[in-house]
């Protein structure tokens, strides 16, 4: 049928038309859809992601609110799974950034190209994303590969988004906003991938449902013992620390690669951009809970 052969870009496009649309945070346009605000620009990889993304039982998928601490999940993640693949000191977060290891679906995956080939990535596969649990790609939610679910309290997450946003390249129509501004729309939910409280309790279900394939994770649990949260983790995804290794201080060697003062002094994470929007020191503000 002529459903069948329609390319996705006129389907995203169709839809949108169908679809609420709003200048979020004076940012950029912004749709709604199935009660998320999603950046128009990634709705067409938002679709593809939910079209043609098969996952596998050894897939992680990172899921988040901006700003909740993707960066250094994403750091730890790779690390507690490739630890027997790569010695610390050919880790390849030394040269390349958290987010150009584990890629977004949404920014990069997806957005790169339509149907990409994803077969070839050895297990296990580690990809990212801010989509909302109800959003997720079917595939995802049947297959029984693991979601790790990390979020911060909401005062600091808005504080640390809305100076990322003054940071970012901004579209056309955007001018900077004002912190009570945006604090009033961030508390209507009118603020990128929320509505904040929706997006938490999405992945909360999903976890309380099935705690064996979403753990949910929270910042400060993390800030305040990381050497627990390495393991949580590790258990989680069925790579457990050997009595062998904790002795060897296999936990703390990743605690500290991973920490903001190691991360944020390398020089890919000091130089360089993400996909030209932001620079990539952006994503090492301060790492303080209560700022
Ligand atoms: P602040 O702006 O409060 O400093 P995300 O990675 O989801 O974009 O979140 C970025 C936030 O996590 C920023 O918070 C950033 O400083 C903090 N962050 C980045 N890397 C970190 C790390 N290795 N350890 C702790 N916090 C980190």
Redesign the pocket.
Known sequence: SSAQVQDPKDESQELLQTLEQQLVWNSSWFVKYDGFWFPVRLFKAILSTRKYFKAKETDIILS?M???????LK?LTFCIVNRDVYIIDENPLLTATPHTVVPFFEYNTYAEQENPDLEHIPSPRIFSTHISFNVLPNSIRESNCRIIYICKNPL?QF??HW??MLEMKIGKDAKPLAMDEAFDMFCQGNHPFGPFWAHMLGYWNAHLNSPQNVLFLK?ED??EDITLSIKKIAEFLGFPFSLDEQKQGAIQQISRF???EH??TLEVNKNGNFLGMVKNSS??????VG?
């Not at 901006?66 to 250094?72: A, F, L, R, V």
């Not at 994503?283 to 303080?288: A, N, Q, S, V």
């Open positions: 988040t901006p700003k909740s601490g993707t960066t250094w750091a600091d504080i640390s100076l990322f910042y993390l800030k991973c920490s903001f991360l944020s994503f090492f503000r301060k790492g303080e700022d």
